[in-house]
């Protein structure tokens, strides 16, 4: 039996999503299903091009000549860039493309690679005025210049409907503010995925410290972030959703699974540091009011100081696993608002203090917390949240398989199945994407708790991406 049952008093009402103590929030099925279509849509539309559609012309980039075809792009092109070193930027800026026929610029899928050198002052993927682009297969070599891998500069009017996918970003750690990938204009319906960024002051940066900037329906997958000095990814406030052409009204989600966030070496400390994962709340009012982070299928490793993530506003967080040997594993606090409307549910999370810890909820809202299961110095904080499997930082090693070793021998799956009839978590939401499967994808079972079901084998957790690839798609 996997430990004993955290009770209390706090009675969870049934509700598909996310309830307050005065009414039921209205359910995101439908913008749910929406915003996963949308997706889909976007996603399937920059497979087709980086895979080989017919697109309307093929140009052979050099490291001689490529800044000359750049600006001669026109919708459904691709530049296909050749082997070799490139020091001169890629500057995509007044380059749009068309929903179905986006502009493409790709590196070597295998082989040999395009790799672009940093330059002083300059960034070196510069993004201004730009709209279905598609970059695909470069690495940016940060070299300890004063320069971000990849932005959306901040004079420009709109970035949009961007795709970067298999980027290798290293070496752009001389400073804790030089960023992999900065948003620093309106932004929208970006996809980030399969990347790899080692080494970097902060891995992404999205949205203006401000708040003045909106980013908006991001999709960020199977990245693996690690060893930056500052956050992995911070997803900034918004205040509002500016006024930008095309920018969406409706209600959206960022949807950010099956990531990599470590900081296990080179992290600041002391008023430096900063989380692994930080997400910001949405506009208290207006466009982008209901919008919803939908955090799910990642691994959290190590945090010196901080906690692995930290959050407000409106979060949906499940099917993660959390381990931090040195600290506290998630913090749900005031930061520029105040939390309102928060899941947190199914997450294995093995942490040398805090396990859950909510504080300063805004009134009228009653987090939901079910189905975890936690191994910390204090397990819950903020209510006896009913439902959760909860204790101490020392007991993992008696029900888990591997809790305290490195990765790639970590392995928190369970060492053993509930027996049965043991009673299941209660009032764990459906409703969201893969919240009915494991970390891995298989059927959730009524009795599970935490990220995994049983299984007869141990389940480590390697940070190697060609590894990840093979559970996720």
């Known amino acids: 039996m996997l430990g004993r049952l955290e009770r209390g008093h706090h009675a969870i009402r049934d509700t598909p999503i996310i309830q307050t103590a005065s009414c039921t929030i209205r359910s995101n099925r439908r913008l749910i299903a929406r915003v996963l279509q949308r997706s889909a849509h976007v996603l399937a539309l920059a497979l087709v091009g980086v895979t080989g559609a017919a697109s309307a012309a093929d140009h052979a980039g050099t490291p001689d000549q490529y800044r000359l075809l750049l600006q001669k792009l026109e919708p459904g092109d691709r530049l296909l860039l050749a082997p070799g070193t490139y020091t001169r930027g890629l500057p995509i800026h007044d380059l749009q493309g068309t929903a179905g026929r986006p502009i493409i610029i790709q590196g070597p899928p295998s082989g040999p690679p395009a790799r672009f050198l940093a330059r002083d002052g300059a960034n070196t993927v510069s993004l201004k005025n730009a709209a279905h682009i598609v970059i695909d297969s470069i690495e940016l070599e940060g070299m300890g210049r004063n320069a971000d891998a990849v932005k959306a500069e901040s004079r420009s009017r709109f970035v949009h409907h961007i795709t970067l996918s298999r980027l290798k970003i290293t070496g752009h750690d001389a400073d804790q503010s030089l960023v992999g990938i900065a948003a620093q204009s309106p932004a929208w319906d970006w996809t980030i995925r399969d990347c790899v960024i080692d080494g970097a002051g902060t891995g992404m940066y999205l949205g203006r410290s401000n708040g003045s900037t909106g980013f908006v329906g991001v999709v960020i997958e199977r990245n693996v972030i690690r060893n930056t000095i500052g956050y992995n990814i911070q997803i900034k406030h918004q205040k509002l959703r500016p006024e930008a052409p095309g920018m969406p009204t ?35 009012h207006g466009p982008g009011a209901d919008d919803v982070h939908v955090i799910y299928g990642n691994v959290f490793y190590d945090n010196p100081t901080e906690a692995l993530f930290q959050g407000d506003g ?127 994808g298989l059927p959730r079972t009524p009795h599970s708790w935490g990220a995994f079901e049983y299984r007869p084998s141990g389940r480590p957790l390697t940070f190697d991406p060609a590894a990840m690839d093979e559970r996720r798609s």
């Open 314 to 440: 409106t979060i949906a967080l499940y099917n993660n696993v959390f381990v931090n040997p040195n600290g506290p594993a998630i913090h749900i606090q005031p930061h520029n608002a105040r939390p309102r409307q928060i899941a947190v549910f199914n997450n294995t999370v093995v942490a040398r203090t805090d396990g859950v810890f909510i504080s300063g909820v805004e009134q009228g809202y009653d987090p939901l917390v079910t189905g975890n299961l936690i191994f910390a110095a204090l397990p819950l904080h903020g209510a006896p949240y009913a439902g959760n499997l909860a204790l101490g930082w020392d007991e993992a090693a008696t029900h888990l398989r591997a809790p305290y070793a490195e990765p790639p021998m970590l392995d928190v799956s369970p060492l053993d199945s509930p027996p049965p009839g043991e009673p299941g978590p209660a009032n764990v939401p459906v409703d969201f994407p893969g919240a009915g499967t494991d970390f891995d």
């Open 250 to 284: 409706q209600p959206r989600l960022n949807i950010i699974r099956h990531n990599v966030f470590s900081k296990h070496r080179h992290a600041s400390i002391g008023s430096q540091a900063r989380p692994n994962l930080l997400v910001g709340h949405f506009p208290p």
